[in-house]
């Protein structure tokens, strides 16, 4: 996509929040103009994230805001601003999550990334042969290349019905549209219930899921 992108001298920004935890990155291999991501998708504190941008584009951008250590001079006639990273990074930055996202970074680095895929990958076939065994239930997004993530719907049981008992049951899902309300229409569907997995979880995590989604299926049918 990038590459068709390019082609038609078309900006390309990757929203690689996703990606970032679970597979190895090259934005130079990419090609992209922009990269992003968010910290606390990779076990960072929250409201902290990265953006990679291409130098010369960055270097044509206008600060998006004003504040301390962005300017070189100022004066009524004209303001010219610092070099890059700096024009960007007005006033006091977030100190305490730079750090803890620096630390994310080097704890991740400690570990195989693909002995990390390889075990969210068993959890996932794991998760999505046990939750197929659920009357009704239906999977949304098959693809054979996947993270560990399973959306899915129950037929007769709304999402947010679910999500409810399951969190009374201490078992953290997401509910709703997840940002892809068109995707949703597309498929027909007010929203899905969607399981994510992470290093740190286990198998017998991924069955007191499947445990408490049976019980409030049948709390709801």
């Known amino acids: 996509m990038i590459a068709e992108a390019k082609k038609r001298g078309i900006i390309t920004v990757v929203d690689g929040a996703q990606a970032i935890p679970h597979l190895p990155v090259d934005v130079q291999d990419l090609g992209c103009d922009f990269y992003a991501f968010s910290g606390h998708k990779m076990y960072a504190p929250t409201g902290i994230g990265v953006l990679y941008g291409r130098e010369e584009l960055l270097e044509q951008m206008p600060p998006w805001q004003g504040g301390g250590e962005m300017i070189d001079q100022v004066t009524f006639e004209k303001t010219t601003y610092a070099k890059l990273p700096f024009k960007f990074e007005a006033g006091t930055p977030h100190i305490a999550g730079i750090i803890g996202l620096g630390e994310a970074v080097r704890w991740m680095r400690d570990y195989d990334l693909s002995a990390m895929a390889a075990h969210e990958h068993a959890l996932l076939e794991h998760g999505t042969k046990e939750l197929l065994a659920i009357d009704g239930l239906r999977i949304i997004g098959t693809a054979k290349k996947k993270v560990g993530v399973i959306s899915f719907v129950i037929e007769g049981v709304h999402h947010y019905d679910l999500g409810t008992l399951l969190d009374q049951q201490g078992i953290a ?6 940002c892809t309300q068109p995707l949703m229409e597309h498929f ?23 445990a408490a989604t049976k019980k409030a299926v049948k709390m709801l049918r």
């Open 188 to 210: 027909s569907i007010s929203g899905t219930t969607r399981a994510s997995f992470a290093p740190f979880n286990t198998i017998a995590e991924v069955d007191a899921m499947v």
């Open 173 to 178: 899902v997401r509910t709703g549209h997840h």
